[in-house]
């Protein structure tokens, strides 16, 4: 590709979304991101890109709403006049015992981490250019249930791996990558490191503890970038041992933590 790279990242506006944004801004690319409520939050990210030299365009997008997940794309490129790379950030974290959740907050899972990805992606491939990148953000815990509550989350977010590996071998021959990432505990608000189970998740973890959402940009940038080019198809994941099961015993022999 030559030219400007432009990126769209969904729920950019804070958390690792936002990390993204700032993280492929320095790299060099425009990109246009969506939030849903927060204007001012929405506003200070895109103040950060433009005072990187970059161009920011953020809209205002329910990516539980699929046509405004659309009109997303479709705005980018008008905007930008082409697309290269895709990420599909936006998500929420619905946990409470199995029998409990609704109906309504099924669909709405569904729509946000499985129909949302799906459909930008399809309204994406009418702008993308030829090399272009398809990015998802998934759940380690996806992999291993470490906790209860977690069947409507997990069931949504697993639905990232089987359109990853599917996408990218549809998408290979115009050289288009289709990866996921997968996240473990994170330093955000929806997760922050002194939070009420903040201690129990260290425990899990190898490194002892939390990730920072840079973490997460610096591996999506990576994948964005002309040198990850023949990684297509991947679930690479980011949780600093998270899911090798390490022990809290073992853990506390060995003297690990932060």
Known sequence: MTGTTVALVTGGSRGIGAAIVRKLARAGADVA??????EVAAKGVADEVAALGRRALPLKADSADAAQVVDAVDATAREFGHLDVLVN???IFPAKP???FTLDEIDNALAIHARAPFVAGQAALAHLRDGGRIISIGSNLTDRALFGGLALYNLSKSALTG???ALARELGPRGITVNLVQPGSTDTEMNPADGAHASTQRDFNALGCFGTPD???ELVAF????AARSITGAVLTVDG????????????LLGRGC
């Open 33 to 38: 991101f969506t939030y849903q409520r927060d």
């Open 98 to 100: 199995y029998a409990d």
């Open 163 to 165: 359109y990853t590996k």
């Open 215 to 217: 973490d997460v940009a």
């Open 241 to 252: 041992g998270t899911n090798a099961q390490v022990r809290t015993i073992r853990k506390r």
């Open 223 to 226: 994948l964005a970038s002309p």
């Open 89 to 91: 950030n936006a998500g």
